[in-house]
Every structure is written in structure tokens, then in C-alpha cells.
């Protein structure tokens, strides 16, 4: 809907809903949720937080529908590698035994059948929506590793029962390179990954139970 559009709704009394969406304001706060014009004019904003109200002349930017949607990991993968170690291994000189993509674009150990014994390597795509501080918060069993643009953020490796890391990065807007390392040694395994920043508050990048996917079984000459 263009601003005359708009403008005319409001004026003849009426309130146009936008969906989802993310607003940065002049005085630099960010607000996440479902939008509405209404009459003022002032954008209503509802989230986890409550609702906002926003003069549009406090209003820096906007990002509405598609474009919103995109905060987050997308293009989501994994690499599945048999094997037993004490700490995260070289991958470089490990052969994968299947992989495939996360068409939920959340981290998740359910790709494989294994219950010990393993490790996976997820490569993304991470979405940032406006230039911050953004925090995350990992937790594993056994060992893991974060690094966005090659740099690390959190190394929670070595063998251990459940243990939750903390660490932030500075980010632009637009896309980063992800890659969260992980292994099992035996018994349970465990993983959950957390990220909040500017109009985000904290939510999940991983999920428990079995999500859909595709996987594609890696052929071994050697034993197939």
C-alpha cells in the first residue's frame, strides 16, 4: 500500500495491519512484532514486550513483511561425521558420512540416528537487521564451537555434561557467515543455541525434536 493509500485510510478513520515487521526509531530504539497505522499517525507495534506506540515523525525506518521475515539463519546445513574424540576434531581432514539441508533453518542433532560417537559441522546464512551488539548464548553436551565471518564468538569445546556459554559481536546489517561446531562422545547429547539483539528479544536459532529434512548419504567406496 503506497503513503496516499495509507494517508487516505487513516483520514476516512481506518487502520491499516502490516504483519509482522521491525521499526528503528529516531531516538535509536528498535521495535519487533505486528504493526498497525492508526490515526495519529503512529505506528502500533506488538511484541514479546507489549505494545509500542511510534509517531511516524519518530519513525527512522521500517522493514515490513518478506523483508522482516528474513531475520535469522536461512540457507541452513549440516555435516554428519562418525567417530569418537575428547574434543572438536579437524574437520578439513574428515569425510562427511551424510548431509543435507534444515528447511526449518534451525539447528537440531536429529538429522542423524547416532546416539554416541559423532560430530556435525551447520553452515548458514545468519540475517541481522540493523547494525548492533548482538548476544548469544550456547549450550551443549558435549562440545561445541560459534563463529560468525570466520571470528569466534563462543568455545564451549571438550568433553562435559551440559554447560552454557555467553558471547556478543558487533554486527552490520545484512548477512553473515555461521558455523556452530559439535561433537558427542557418549550418552546424552544435547545442544541449544539463543540469540537476542536490537528488537530482538531472546529466541531460538535451535530446535528440539525431529524437524523436516533432506539428507543425502555421502558414498565410501571403500565400504559400500
Not at 500500500?1 to 504483519?19: E, Q
Not at 562435559?160 to 559481536?169: A, D, K, T, V, Y
Given at each position: 500500500?503506497?503513503?496516499?493509500?495509507?494517508?487516505?485510510?487513516?483520514?476516512?478513520?481506518?487502520?491499516?495491519?502490516?504483519?509482522?515487521?521491525?521499526?528503528?526509531?529516531?531516538?535509536?530504539?528498535?521495535?519487533?512484532?505486528?504493526?498497525?497505522?492508526?490515526?495519529?499517525?503512529?505506528?502500533?507495534?506488538?511484541?514479546?514486550?507489549?505494545?509500542?506506540?511510534?509517531?511516524?515523525?519518530?519513525?527512522?525506518?521500517?522493514?515490513?513483511?518478506?523483508?522482516?521475515?528474513?531475520?535469522?539463519?536461512?540457507?541452513?546445513?549440516?555435516?554428519?561425521?562418525?567417530?569418537?574424540?575428547?574434543?572438536?576434531?579437524?574437520?578439513?581432514?574428515?569425510?562427511?558420512?551424510?548431509?543435507?539441508?534444515?528447511?526449518?533453518?534451525?539447528?537440531?542433532?536429529?538429522?542423524?540416528?547416532?546416539?554416541?560417537?559423532?560430530?556435525?559441522?551447520?553452515?548458514?546464512?545468519?540475517?541481522?537487521?540493523?547494525?548492533?551488539?548482538?548476544?548469544?548464548?550456547?549450550?551443549?553436551?558435549?562440545?561445541?564451537?560459534?563463529?560468525?565471518?570466520?571470528?569466534?564468538?563462543?568455545?564451549?569445546?571438550?568433553?562435559?555434561?551440559?554447560?552454557?556459554r555467553q558471547g556478543q559481536m558487533e554486527?552490520?546489517?545484512?548477512?553473515h557467515d555461521f558455523k556452530l561446531e559439535?561433537?558427542?562422545?557418549?550418552?546424552?547429547?544435547?545442544?541449544?543455541?539463543?540469540?537476542?539483539?536490537?528488537?530482538?528479544?531472546?529466541?531460538?536459532?535451535?530446535?528440539?525434536?525431529?524437524?523436516?529434512?533432506?539428507?543425502?548419504?555421502?558414498?565410501?567406496?571403500?565400504?559400500?
Amino acid at each position: 500500500m503506497n503513503r496516499f493509500a495509507a494517508m487516505l485510510l487513516l483520514w476516512l478513520g481506518g487502520v491499516v495491519a502490516t504483519g509482522a515487521g521491525i521499526v528503528f526509531t529516531k531516538d535509536g530504539k528498535t521495535w519487533a512484532g505486528r504493526i498497525e497505522l492508526r490515526t495519529g499517525p503512529a505506528l502500533f507495534i506488538t511484541g514479546t514486550s507489549g505494545t509500542h506506540q511510534v509517531p511516524l515523525t519518530n519513525v527512522r525506518r521500517a522493514v515490513f513483511g518478506e523483508d522482516a521475515g528474513r531475520v535469522g539463519l536461512r540457507d541452513l546445513g549440516y555435516q554428519l561425521y562418525r567417530g569418537t574424540w575428547l574434543q572438536l576434531p579437524d574437520f578439513a581432514v574428515l569425510k562427511p558420512a551424510s548431509s543435507g539441508p534444515l528447511v526449518d533453518n534451525l539447528v537440531t542433532l536429529y538429522p542423524n540416528d547416532a546416539t554416541a560417537g559423532y560430530a556435525m559441522v551447520f553452515k548458514s546464512e545468519l540475517h541481522v537487521p540493523v547494525k548492533g551488539v548482538y548476544q548469544f548464548f550456547m549450550g551443549s553436551d558435549d562440545g561445541t564451537r560459534l563463529s560468525l565471518d570466520g571470528k569466534p564468538v563462543i568455545d564451549n569445546d571438550g568433553r562435559h555434561g551440559f554447560r552454557e556459554r555467553q558471547g556478543q559481536m558487533e554486527l552490520s546489517a545484512g548477512k553473515h557467515d555461521f558455523k556452530l561446531e559439535y561433537f558427542n562422545h557418549s550418552a546424552a547429547a544435547l545442544l541449544r543455541l539463543d540469540w537476542s539483539g536490537p528488537g530482538i528479544p531472546r529466541r531460538a536459532l535451535s530446535r528440539e525434536g525431529k524437524p523436516a529434512l533432506t539428507t543425502t548419504k555421502i558414498m565410501n567406496p571403500a565400504t559400500e
